[in-house]
């Protein structure tokens, strides 16, 4: 999947400790983030642009196969790059290769030859150790090192190496110039694996967490696909909001009103997500199976239309189950595994937005319809899309005091996970605007409950540290022992005014923050 955006917080790292291990530094890196959330576009984008004849990279899908046929396509990458720059035409056919490489390489090709000669005898111990020890072999040889990419890397489980973590953690140890690049899609399976098996005192993995594009880089991704088309601001910040920013879903909407001229959003989604062959309802069916082929699949589907409905507290959806608390850990604990999921205190979140709506508005609908009459179901789930639309549209031309002023009226002294702190969020009595007097933020918000006073500032603009320093004196002038002070921005904040708000022990919220909350009361995101 291409997209049209590099995500430069991402490639920069990775070029930097690739340039780190040719000085003698060795660090590897664990990419993980969701599927379709353009970890793969961010490795093709980098190595596309990447050049360096003192390093080989080694790209390599991980993928359920046997182990000759891993060895031999991960020795056939590791000399067709290698002989990438020789000046002689390659083909992609092993014999070839290692015959072209033994004049330049004698000992790595001994060595390929040795393993190739194992594997025809069905000899599998150390074949991996052996694998990876090529590109030590190489370095030693040439003087080049090596990038080792794995993409889906848990899938190494399955090419028949038994212990293959202890064995791999043993090489992490000792090799100085072959690095490592990890990507998976399974947030939860690979965050065990790391912190369980691959945690190593020397050779340890830098996790990248990949996140879908923020705001900014959503819009600027639309701008640059639609920019001929005369499409509302208001309907590409709808977009924003909908997609969550995963650049799958922003490309197959954007082709869809490309392929239309701009007509007709709501009709674009409906093909996309309602219709049988439409490519995210197909996309999200196959996806269901997990849960439809498990022992309690009823309660996952329970769960998640549950969550995706807006009733996503643990204590209500235990009571809509009839579930104790320990049975709905379990189903919890499934879902979470298999990262459908995510946990913020007391609250779940499906992490994939547009498949929150799929299970409300189309799977839901489908199964509770008596009928079956399908142009009846298409014709409700048009008018759903329309209303979310016009919700949306309208929500975003409240300011944005109106809309934190509804949302802090939705707490219940219910607890989430906010900036890795833990957020109780106070039951309120009252709730009034706030005028300050001095400097550059002028507008705010106090809620007191029963045993908290929470002071809000809020500000357009980018936060400074006059702002935290001159927030905190207006903070002075309230007595109450249980203060909860914030800072409300929807631009940047200012590392000076990060620190500061630390000392004066505030909170600064940016526009993440704030979606994190709404995204949590089912709320429209805030586009800046």
């Known amino acids: 999947m291409s997209t049209y955006l590099e995500r430069k917080q991402y490639s920069q790292v990775i070029e930097k400790r690739i340039r780190d291990l040719k000085d003698g530094y060795r660090q590897n890196i664990a990419i993980i983030g969701d599927e379709l959330v353009g970890k793969t576009s961010i490795i093709f984008n980098f190595l596309k642009k990447f050049y360096d004849p003192r390093i080989i990279t080694i790209y390599l899908e991980a993928r359920p196969e046997t182990l000759p046929s891993f060895a031999r396509r991960f020795i056939g990458v590791l000399l067709y790059n290698f002989l990438?720059?020789?000046?002689?035409?390659?083909?992609?056919?092993?014999d070839f290769l290692i015959d072209k490489s033994s004049k330049y390489i004698p000992k790595t090709v001994d060595k390929i030859k040795s393993i190739l000669s194992e594997?025809?005898?069905?000899?599998?111990?150390?074949?991996?150790?052996?694998?990876?020890?090529?590109?030590?072999?190489?370095?030693?040889?040439?003087?080049?090192?090596?990038?080792?990419?794995?993409?889906?890397?848990?899938?190494?489980?399955?090419?028949?190496?038994k212990n293959i973590y202890p064995e791999w953690s043993k090489l992490l140890m000792v090799q100085k110039s072959t690095m490592y690049i990890i990507i998976s899609s399974l947030k939860f399976k690979a965050k065990t694996i790391l912190s369980k098996n691959?945690?190593?005192?020397?050779?340890?993995?830098?996790?990248?967490?990949?996140?879908?594009?923020?705001?900014?880089?959503?819009?600027?991704?639309?701008?640059q696909k639609l920019g001929k088309l005369n499409i509302n601001p208001g309907l590409k910040n709808f977009l924003?909001?909908?997609?969550?920013?995963?650049?799958?879903?922003?490309?197959?909407?954007?082709?869809?009103?490309?392929?239309?001229?701009?007509?007709?959003?709501?009709?674009?989604?409906?093909?996309a997500l309602f219709d049988s062959a439409g490519i995210l309802n197909q996309r999200f069916s196959n996806y269901l199976k997990k849960f439809l082929d498990s022992t309690h699949s009823q309660d996952y589907i329970s769960l998640l239309h549950l969550t995706a409905n807006g009733?996503?507290?643990?204590?209500?959806?235990?009571?809509?189950?009839?579930?104790?608390?320990?049975?709905?850990?379990?189903?919890?604990?499934?879902?979470?595994?298999?990262?459908?999921?995510?946990?913020?205190?007391?609250?779940?979140?499906?992490?994939?937005r547009i498949f929150g709506f799929w299970i409300k508005f189309v799977y839901q609908e489908k199964n509770q319809s008596l009928t079956f009459d399908a142009k009846n179901q298409k014709d409700v789930f048009r008018k759903n899309i329309e209303l979310m639309i016009k919700d949306f549209l309208d929500n975003a031309q409240k300011p944005l005091v109106e809309r934190m002023t509804e949302i802090l009226k939705l707490f219940e002294d219910d607890t989430m996970q906010l900036?890795?702190?833990?957020?109780?969020?106070?039951?309120?009595?009252?709730?009034?605007?706030?005028?300050?007097?001095?400097?550059?933020?002028?507008?705010?918000?106090?809620?007191?409950?029963?045993d908290a006073l929470?002071?809000?500032?809020?500000?357009?603009?980018?936060?400074?540290?006059?702002?935290?320093?001159?927030?905190?004196?207006?903070?002075?002038?309230?007595?109450?022992?249980?203060?909860?002070?914030?800072?409300?921005?929807?631009?940047?904040?200012?590392?000076?005014?990060?620190?500061?708000?630390?000392?004066?022990?505030?909170?600064?919220?940016?526009?993440?923050?704030?979606?994190?909350?709404?995204?949590?009361?089912?709320?429209?995101?805030?586009?800046?």
Not at 434 to 443: A, D, K, P, T, V
């Open 454 to 528: 929470w002071i809000m500032a809020i500000k357009q603009d980018c936060l400074t540290e006059d702002d935290i320093t001159e927030f905190a004196k207006e903070c002075k002038k309230y007595r109450h022992k249980l203060q909860k002070k914030i800072i409300v921005t929807l631009r940047d904040i200012e590392d000076n005014a990060k620190l500061r708000a630390l000392e004066e022990k505030i909170w600064t919220w940016d526009i993440n923050s704030v979606n994190q909350i709404f995204d949590l009361f089912s709320k429209p995101r805030v586009i800046a």
């Open 119 to 161: 594997l025809e005898k069905r000899k599998r111990s150390n074949i991996f150790t052996d694998l990876m020890s090529l590109c030590e072999i190489l370095h030693s040889e040439t003087g080049k090192c090596c990038v080792v990419i794995f993409d889906e890397f848990h899938n190494l489980e399955n090419i028949g190496i």
């Open 198 to 223: 691959l945690s190593l005192l020397f050779g340890n993995f830098e996790t990248l967490n990949i996140e879908p594009f923020d705001t900014l880089t959503s819009e600027q991704y639309l701008g």
């Open 311 to 352: 009733n996503n507290k643990i204590k209500d959806i235990a009571h809509h189950m009839h579930k104790t608390k320990k049975e709905l850990d379990l189903k919890i604990s499934r879902l979470l595994e298999l990262d459908a999921i995510t946990r913020s205190g007391d609250f779940l979140k499906i992490n994939d």
């Open 84 to 94: 990438n720059n020789s000046g002689d035409a390659l083909k992609e056919d092993l």
């Open 240 to 271: 924003v909001n909908f997609t969550g920013g995963y650049p799958f879903y922003l490309k197959v909407i954007t082709d869809g009103l490309i392929k239309s001229n701009g007509n007709n959003l709501a009709e674009i989604i409906e093909e």
């Open 419 to 450: 900036e890795r702190k833990k957020l109780r969020l106070s039951h309120f009595r009252e709730i009034k605007p706030l005028e300050f007097n001095r400097g550059n933020i002028r507008q705010g918000l106090i809620g007191r409950s029963s």
